[in-house]
């Protein structure tokens, strides 16, 4: 299974850091925030991985090279100027990615939950991973019913709790299709290349039923600002559970 790593973004919250560095080159715990995923996708038995890259795009083949340094072939997805979002940048990378499921996951995030617990043939068009909600995001993103069933949003009717998407999940190419007949008529849906959230995809596609879920109950951290930069470094650099 090929790898998405999410990190074209500009890390507006993590400014001033990310005006001369992209986040998810910032260092924690000694390394850089992309490798801790590298390594782990390596481990995982992933083999290709596409990055894809639009803020200070450049330094990120400057840096990572081809990958083999992590035992793995890195390819770059370039984006412009301008990122594409989730969506709009997973549409633009599948000519890279294939016409196999894939992984994605967000660069900007820090987990020891292992990728190749997921299938490699999710049921329906995607599986995603949930944790549960941190304290910068304490409503959640999708909603659970008392059988245990996905809801499309957080507040949902019958949902009896919320979870908050993890930013790692598997994807059937599938999931794009049709896409705009989803997204509308927006204005990111009108550029070339289009630029929308994957988002709205999702929250279909868990109405028709056709998305898989599991709980992540280890650790997991969206690291989002300076602050909660600083304080993995700490517990990394401590060697602090995790």
Do not use: C
């Not at 973004?9 to 850091?17: A, D, F, I, T």
């Not at 450049?58 to 989730?86: C, K, M, N, W």
Request: charged share 20%; proline share 8%.
């Amino acid at each position: 299974m090929k790898a998405l790593l999410f990190a074209a973004g500009r890390g507006e919250r993590m400014r001033p850091l990310t005006d001369a560095t992209p986040k998810p080159l910032l260092r924690v715990g000694g390394k850089r925030l992309i490798e801790w995923h590298l390594e782990r996708l390596a481990a995982a038995g992933v083999r290709e991985v596409v990055v894809n890259v639009a803020h200070l795009a450049d330094q990120f083949p400057a840096t990572l090279g081809d990958g083999s340094r992590y035992g793995i072939h890195i390819e770059y997805s370039r984006e412009g100027d301008v990122p594409l979002e989730t969506g709009g940048g997973m549409l633009h990378a599948l000519p890279l990615l294939g016409d196999n499921p894939f992984l994605t996951v967000n660069a900007d995030i820090f987990t020891d939950f292992d990728s190749a617990a997921l299938p490699s043939q999710p049921h329906g068009v995607a599986e995603l991973v949930l944790v549960d909600n941190p304290p910068q995001h304490p409503h959640g993103d999708f909603g659970i019913d008392a059988n245990g069933k996905l809801l499309p949003r957080a507040d949902s009717p019958g949902a009896v709790r919320a979870l908050t998407f993890a930013g790692i999940g598997v994807y059937q190419p599938a999931i794009l299709r049709d896409w705009q007949a989803v997204i509308g008529d927006t204005t990111g849906a009108r550029e070339s290349p289009p630029r929308f959230s994957i988002t709205p995809l999702l929250r279909a596609a868990i109405t028709r039923r056709q998305v898989a879920w599991r709980h992540h109950r280890g650790f997991w951290a969206d690291v989002g600002t300076p602050e909660r930069l600083a304080t993995l470094d700490e517990a990394l650099r401590a060697q602090k559970p995790l």
